[in-house]
Every structure is written in C-alpha cells, then in structure tokens.
C-alpha cells in the first residue's frame, strides 16, 4: 500500500521520524507539494497526508486508489469534503496536540507587549546600559498583569488553560463561548457576552473557530468597544480579525498593542497592514510547532490510520 505526505516538512524538518508510518506500507514524504503537482505524486496511492496543500474535487476526482485522507492538523478546510463522501474516502483530523504550547505562546506575546523585552535587551547590548547615567532605565512602559482582566473569546481546551495561566498570573478572567461547561473555579470568573469581553478587558485573546459567523468578528465596530489601553492576542485563526480595522486602530491610539500568531492570507503579502502597524508583534503561525506538540501530532496521525486500516476510524470529519 503505497502512503504519501504531501506537504511534510512544517511537521517534520528533519527532527522527528516518518518510520512509524512505514509499518502500514510504502511512504514516500515530500516537503511541500502545489495542487498541480497532487496528481502525479498521489496517483496510485491509498494514503494521503496533508496538512495546508490543498485537494480540492477535480483533484480528488483523478486518484482513483486514494481511500483515506489524513489532515495532520485541526482544520481540514483544505480538502473538498462533499466530493471525499461522495468518493467514499475517508478523512480524519487531529482535533488536539498543542493545547499547552498556544497557550503558553499567547503569553509569550502578551509579555513581550507587557516588557518590550527585545527591545530592552538589544538596547543593552548596544550599549546604552553602560553608558547610562542611571542605574536602571526603560524604553516604553512597563505593565503588571496581576490585577487585570483576561477576556477569553472562545473556551476551548485551549482557552481555558489560557484562563488558567491567567489566573495564576493574578489576573481575573471573563469567557465567552456557546458551550459554558464545568465553571472553573477561579477567583472572579464569569461568563459574558463578546460586547462584554471586550469592553471590560485588559487582554481579550482569541480561541474562537473560524465560521461564518465569527469571520471577521474583529473589525472596527468591535474594536471600538475596546479599552484604548487593552492589548488584542490572537492565535486561533487569521480571519476572525479584518487587518486593516485592526491597524487602523493600533496606528490611532485606539488599542494599546497587538500580538498575532495568525493572519487573514498566510503567508502574508507584503502589504499586509498589520506589519507595519504600531505596537504590533505578527509571528509565522508558530504557537503549534514546538517539538513536543509536533511529536504528539505525528503520532496522532499514524494512531489515525492504524485504526483507520483496522476498521475502526476515529476522527473522522465525514
């Protein structure tokens, strides 16, 4: 049986090992592969993993051997799902992996907002410490967490061990989510609208899925119920926020910084206004890749398709 990655290398640049999935077959793993490139790679095969290349109906539609896809991420928007059932292939997800690691990231760059620790330390190796006349010195304000209110707008596995750091920090936290839950039991918690979250936060961080009624959920209405001093976290998906009311809002005053993990159209292009918008830290989508949550998404992937091959698929998005 023959077994393809499509697009391994983000998973895989070199520090984790494909062998697992040699136990089911033949597997040949590519870095990156285009759509027009699908076809030929995955003609005579059976197994496809893919995590961002996308297969849509017309290419589903000339791998005739193909009986099972496995999206090596959360989202599968990248593959057509009506055209897969109707072809009878099987698709699977990988729901959770790096819970710990975006949560720990969305304070990587809310405490980079909160110190400009960057800043200050290239200012030190530059030489300005030495040179100053004064025995301790900062180059923007400095803000304490303890205190403050984290807005959770989606409270997921991932919002709520974002909650939870939020609380030990000393800060109160507010969610929002369709589905409420156990109610943790955190000094000062409550449930509140999104109006709500953002009018009365300090931090709102976003943990929201993307649907249609969340695109765009971030746009210069909802900022405008924003403290001008709160900071805007976003690691869940691009396009909850609409870039340029986001920069329009930083580069006014009107919100005090943002940090995101996530843009609208990733990669960006260079005109994106969010890089070049004041007080704003944009990362490549990197909150997921640590090696340890990257270690737990390979090995999802192949429990995935052994239980797949041993008829009892788990996962599945159709």
């Given at each position: 049986m023959k077994i393809i990655v499509l697009d391994?290398?983000?998973?895989?640049?070199?520090?984790?090992?494909?062998?697992a999935l040699r136990q089911f077959g033949e597997v040949e793993a590519f870095n990156r592969t285009r759509v027009d490139e699908v076809v030929a790679r995955a003609a005579s095969a059976a197994i496809v993993l893919t995590n961002k290349t996308q297969l849509p109906g017309y290419v589903?539609?000339?791998?005739?051997?193909?009986?099972?896809?496995?999206?090596?991420?959360?989202?599968?928007?990248?593959?057509?799902?009506?055209?897969?059932?109707?072809?009878?292939?099987?698709?699977?997800?990988?729901?959770?992996?790096?819970t710990a690691s975006v949560a720990q990231f969305v304070f990587a760059l809310l405490l980079e907002l909160c110190h400009n620790v960057r800043l200050h330390a290239d200012a030190v190796r530059a030489g300005e410490w030495a040179?100053?006349?004064?025995?301790?010195f900062w180059k923007t304000p400095l803000m304490e967490l303890a205190g403050k209110?984290?807005?959770?707008?989606?409270?997921?596995?991932?919002?709520?061990?974002?909650?939870?750091?939020?609380?030990?920090?000393?800060?109160?936290?507010?969610?929002?989510?369709?589905?409420?839950?156990?109610?943790?039991?955190?000094?000062?918690?409550?449930?509140?609208?999104?109006?709500?979250?953002?009018?009365?936060?300090?931090?709102?961080?976003?943990h929201s899925p993307l649907f249609p009624e969340t695109r765009g959920m971030i746009n210069a209405a909802s900022l405008a119920l924003m403290k001008p001093s709160a900071f805007l976290i976003n690691t869940s998906r691009g396009p909850l926020v609409i870039d340029r009311d986001l920069a329009d809002a930083l580069n006014a005053g009107r919100l005090a910084g943002a940090g995101l993990d996530v843009l609208s159209v990733e990669p960006?292009?260079?005109?994106?206004?969010?890089?070049?918008?004041?007080?704003?830290?944009?990362?490549?989508?990197?909150?997921?890749?640590?090696?340890?949550?990257?270690?737990?998404?390979?090995?999802?992937?192949?429990?995935?398709?052994?239980?797949?091959?041993?008829?009892?698929?788990?996962?599945?998005?159709?």
């Open positions: 391994g290398y983000c998973l895989n640049p070199g520090d984790l090992s494909w062998d589903l539609r000339q791998l005739p051997e193909l009986r099972y896809i496995g999206v090596m991420a959360t989202g599968y928007d990248m593959v057509d799902v009506e055209v897969a059932r109707e072809r009878g292939i099987v698709v699977t997800n990988i729901p959770t992996y790096g040179h100053n006349p004064d025995w301790s209110t984290m807005g959770i707008v989606g409270f997921g596995r991932i919002g709520r061990h974002t909650g939870r750091i939020a609380d030990a920090l000393g800060m109160r936290v507010i969610a929002n989510d369709t589905y409420h839950g156990d109610e943790p039991e955190w000094p000062g918690f409550r449930w509140a609208s999104v109006e709500e979250v953002l009018r009365e936060s300090d931090v709102v961080s976003l960006p292009t260079e005109h994106n206004p969010l890089l070049s918008a004041r007080n704003c830290l944009v990362t490549p989508h990197i909150a997921w890749a640590t090696r340890e949550a990257r270690s737990r998404l390979m090995d999802a992937a192949v429990g995935n398709l052994a239980a797949f091959l041993a008829g009892t698929p788990r996962n599945v998005v159709i």
